[in-house]
């Protein structure tokens, strides 16, 4: 038998081997380790030297052969991408390339690239996969019509990559190119999939109306075609919860979420990570509705298969962060340090996560009166939100109003207005008739009246009341006519006083447990004896339970 018949015989062995794989894989019933072992000696031939050693050489091996021999590769590479060696899936691929580029069969080159793309995607190596599926693209470009589902393939996966670097309009623009394709298609299952990622990409940009315009279409295309427990259904369902959860519909959310969680425990492994995510986006909800031990129960399940699968993966240190947010809201404050810390252990690079967690620590050493550790992390928090984040940027805003609270709390009066003036044209800009806007009117004021700029702060407190009109029976309004109340009286101007914590009283009495703080302080304003003498604090008037909001 010649060199070229015994290497085709191999390849022969190798197709019955991948058949034999696939036929027992589902079952468990052969070693995959075996397999692949087994695989990879038929690969190597009658030659002692491993397939690495093999140079081309068109006069010794004609097309046919390098052919076989490069989807050899390709489905070993395939083998340990499934198995999570990427490393390894990486070396087989590239050993394809090769072939294959000395080669004519340009379509199986494009699959190569896209295969490499998938696995550099994998590795977070964006721009090598970027180059990938673009060298992927325009050869497709150049051998399929312009409706083919092969581009439909590679623009997803474009939009998919541009989807997770952020960069939201290059996403839309690829996934809109996959769309038209698609909707020309008798297969409307692979619709049904890009509508559910082009919801995706608008919930991630919180555009949550154009979110839930997708997601619904997705939802209507894949119940039409898929059995009720299958996983792109789950996938649908998960995304629509949290859409519900971001819109504060959390009935909504919670039912979507919880079909979620009932497909994937039926169909997945116990350790799969789109169950972890779920745990999370579980946890996540149930601290949204107070609801402590149970957000505590699954972000602990999240945690438990993040471990497992990746222990340095971003999702693993969002999962901690959001521990730390319930163990902080519970005021459990050394538990939410450990998982603070142990989130930004993980983060080791810049990201709107590891600020996040930079501002929950800080809140942490906030709240434990720790004020400069709290200026440190509050700082950084800062300075990687005004790297990353567009502006303005609602996130941003609020940023900044934790360091105006903090510097007022130290007494440096002047870093305060500054931070909070930082604060005020963003939600100027953004947020010109809310609640959010007349807080910071609020505190910018309280530092005026602090200095006794009684002029300024009532400007500003006029200002509040104005923007607070479409919101009458708000705290926000309570605070603002107790404010008012604290200015006139430290100017002496008892009327005037009286009138604006009266107004107050009528608003917290509405609004507020007869003995909450608010309605008992306001009483003790009001009593003849304290309205002409008492001595007090603008900033205790509207803040004695208030720190900075926690992220």
């Not at 590795?123 to 180059?131: I, N, P, Y």
């Not at 502006?391 to 805003?397: E, G, K, N, R, V």
């Not at 430290?490 to 005037?496: A, L, M, N, Q, T």
Request: glycine share 4%.
């Amino acid at each position: 038998m010649t060199q070229k018949e015994t290497q085709l015989a191999s390849s022969k062995v190798y197709q019955e081997m991948v058949q034999v794989f696939l036929d027992h894989s589902k079952s468990g019933q052969r070693s995959f380790k075996q397999l692949k072992n087994s695989l990879e000696e038929q690969l190597k031939g009658p030659s002692e030297s491993p397939p690495s050693s093999f140079r081309l050489n068109t006069e010794e091996y004609d097309l046919e052969y390098n052919s076989e021999i490069a989807l050899e590769y390709s489905d070993l590479a395939s083998f340990y991408q499934k198995e999570g060696n990427f490393e390894k899936a990486l070396e087989y691929y590239t050993m394809c390339k090769n072939i294959q580029e000395a080669s004519f069969n340009q379509s199986d080159l494009a699959v190569t690239y896209s295969n490499i793309a998938s696995i550099c995607c994998e590795k977070e190596l964006f721009e090598e996969a970027e180059t990938y599926y673009m060298k992927c693209l325009q050869i497709e470009q150049k051998i399929y019509p312009a409706n083919s589902q092969n581009l439909a393939y590679t623009y997803s996966n474009l939009g998919s990559l541009y989807s997770q670097i952020s960069s939201p309009q290059k996403a839309e623009t690829f996934y809109q190119k996959c769309k038209e394709i698609q909707r020309t298609s008798p297969n409307k299952l692979d619709l049904g999939i890009t509508y559910c990622n082009i919801g995706c990409l608008h919930l991630e940009n919180k555009n949550l109306a154009k979110a839930e315009h997708s997601l619904n279409k997705a939802k209507a295309i894949l119940k039409s075609l898929l059995p009720k427990d299958h996983l792109d259904l789950a996938f649908c369902y998960g995304n629509l919860g949290i859409l519900h959860f971001d819109k504060e519909n959390l009935d909504k959310a919670g039912k979507y979420l919880e079909k979620c969680k009932a497909i994937q425990k039926s169909e997945l492994p116990p350790l799969h990570p789109f169950l972890a995510a779920t745990y999370a986006n579980l946890g996540s909800f149930y601290l949204d509705k107070e609801a402590y031990e149970l957000s505590e129960h699954w972000l602990l399940e999240a945690v438990q298969v993040l471990k497992q699968f990746n222990p340095r993966s971003n999702e693993l240190a969002s999962s901690y962060s959001e521990l730390g947010k319930l163990y902080l809201e519970t005021q459990n404050y050394s538990k939410a340090q450990t998982h603070y810390s142990m989130s930004l252990k993980i983060l080791s690079q810049p990201s709107l996560l590891q600020a996040k967690s930079y501002a929950g620590l800080g809140q942490v050493f906030y709240e434990k009166g720790d004020l400069d550790q709290a200026e440190q992390n509050f700082t950084k928090c800062v300075e990687i939100e005004e790297d990353l984040l567009p502006f303005p940027s609602l996130d941003l805003a609020l940023s900044y109003s934790n360091l105006g609270t903090l510097y007022k709390e130290k007494g440096q009066f002047m870093m305060a207005e500054s931070y909070f003036t930082k604060s005020l044209r963003i939600e100027e800009f953004l947020l010109p008739n809310s609640q959010e806007l007349s807080t910071t009117l609020n505190n910018l004021a309280q530092i005026y009246i602090q200095q006794k700029a009684f002029v300024q702060a009532e400007t500003l407190l006029l200002r509040s009341l104005s923007v607070l009109e479409k919101h009458p029976m708000c705290q926000e309004s309570g605070k603002t006519f107790s404010s008012l109340g604290c200015m006139y009286k430290d100017k002496g101007d008892s009327e005037k006083a009286k009138h604006y914590f009266e107004q107050s009283k009528l608003v917290f009495e509405e609004l507020l447990p007869a003995d909450h703080y608010y309605n008992t302080w306001v009483r003790d304003q009001l009593h003849p004896n304290l309205i002409e003498n008492l001595e007090f604090s603008p900033i205790e008037c509207v803040e004695e339970d208030w720190s900075p909001s926690k992220n």
